[in-house]
């Protein structure tokens, strides 16, 4: 696939984006809530998950990364530049642990480490919706997902190609405003910082 001058352009925004805002992803919570549920977004160091209450008990997490780095362990430093740079095969990752019930048992749902849990509040419906979505993928989905034991999670092939403007950090800052978050500044290096409802 050829680098484009208008993929060169676009590259260029967003790295001047990045540094303007100084990669934080400011996170204002939704005010108001009829039935608030607890949620966690999880801040592994370099990427980060969500965490949803499972509607059979315990807790679920979904994570959003590039196929051949996630599923298939190819982490050299050529395979991480170009999946950044060009977009490529990307996977949905979720965990079901009906055994967990608060963060201080996430250790086990998150094998790779945890650098913060940040526990918000979010609208029960929201949180329904954003569950069938991603739900969804693994249910139309024809073949087994590809459990990856590094990091606890089945992954599924997910349908928006992964590189610099749709990585991990970013997909989870979506998800974050599909349940109602107010998602400022960027995410893109994991730094998270959890402001006061307006």
């Not at 992954?155 to 979506?174: D, E, G, I, K, T």
Request: net charge negative; aromatic share 10%.
């Amino acid at each position: 696939m050829r680098f484009t001058l208008t993929r060169r352009r676009g590259l260029i925004v967003i790295l001047s984006v990045l540094l303007l805002t100084g990669c934080v992803g400011r996170v204002v919570p939704p005010t108001s809530l009829s039935e608030p549920v607890e949620i966690h977004l999880i801040d592994h160091g370099r990427h980060a998950s969500l965490v949803l209450p499972h509607h059979q008990g315990g807790m679920v997490r979904y994570s959003y990364g590039e196929w051949s780095w996630y599923v298939e362990g190819r982490r050299h430093l050529l395979a991480g530049m170009m999946a950044l740079l060009w977009p490529t095969r990307s996977g949905l990752g979720r965990g079901v642990h009906d055994d967990v019930s608060s963060p201080r048992e996430f250790s086990r749902l998150a094998p790779e480490g945890l650098m913060h849990v940040y526990t918000l509040e979010a609208e029960s419906e929201r949180v329904e919706a954003l569950q069938r979505k991603l739900d969804a993928y693994f249910d139309r989905e024809e073949g087994d997902p590809v459990y990856v034991e590094e990091f606890g999670l089945e992954f599924v092939p997910h349908p928006r190609a992964y590189w610099l403007a749709h990585q991990s950090n970013l997909a989870v800052a979506r998800w974050l405003r599909q349940l109602g978050f107010e998602v400022e500044g960027s995410a893109w290096l994991s730094n998270w910082r959890i402001e006061s409802s307006r």
